[in-house]
């Protein structure tokens, strides 16, 4: 299970969100991984061996398999948080369950639409919409969701937010949501956007160790 510099492995996809908040909270701490990309097409029996539920991201420590991208964030912060994301008022926990929850449920209603005859997707859309009307008056005036400073809420739900964006991304400009819309904006012109999508080659077992951060 473990790689020969035993370093914990993140079984991870990038252009999975969930994945990608675990890289962001990874690249944050400073705590070094061996990245393996996964296709969901195409899993590798190495991955279902770990973790038979066959979600995205996972991390394989010497001493446990963290399943959920969340609990990722929060391992890695929690031995190492240099940008203090950890410092967040207790309501942004309150916005990362309304983003997992009826938010995402509402995204992939809306992305997958064809797998959910009996739904509407513009009503639908009006629940992913209430949650963003609220998000862009909660962002408003500031930077970030708790104003000058980035927090864990704000990793945990850009790609999120991101992902709804690029399902109708005209539609998604026209909206008025301009804390909202500059807020994803300066996330996905940042560098650390772009050192966390660095395209790697689907994973192998016997491949060269991939280090993430790089
Ligand atoms: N609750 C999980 C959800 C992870 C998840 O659903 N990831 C998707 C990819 S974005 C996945 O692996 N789906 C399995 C599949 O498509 O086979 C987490 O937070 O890590």
Request: hydrophobic share 45%.
């Amino acid at each position: 299970m473990s790689n020969d510099l035993l370093l914990p492995i993140l079984y991870s996809f990038r252009r999975c969100p969930y994945a990608m908040r675990a890289r962001l909270a990874l690249m944050s701490s400073g705590i070094q991984v061996e990245l393996r990309e996964i296709l969901l097409r195409d899993k590798a029996p190495e991955f279902l061996a770990s973790s038979p539920k066959g979600t995205v991201p996972i991390l394989v420590t010497q001493f446990e398999v963290i399943e959920e991208s969340f609990d990722v964030m929060q391992w890695a912060l929690r031995q190492s948080d240099p940008e203090r994301w950890l410092l967040m008022p207790a309501a942004g926990y309150d916005w990362i369950k309304r983003c997992d929850g009826p938010f995402k449920q509402a995204l992939d209603h809306i992305k997958y639409s064809v797998r959910f005859p009996d739904l509407d997707p513009m009503q639908e859309r009006i629940h992913a919409s209430n949650f963003l009307k609220d998000l862009d008056n909660q962002i408003s005036g500031s930077t970030w969701i708790f104003g000058t400073e980035c927090t864990l809420a704000d990793m945990a739900l850009l790609p999120f937010i991101r992902q709804f964006a690029n399902i109708d991304r005209v539609w998604f400009d026209q909206q008025t949501w301009p804390n909202l819309q500059c807020w994803l904006a300066q996330f996905m012109a940042s560098d650390r956007f772009t050192n966390i999508m660095v395209k790697p080659n689907k994973w192998a077992a016997g491949d060269a160790a991939v280090l993430f951060p790089h």
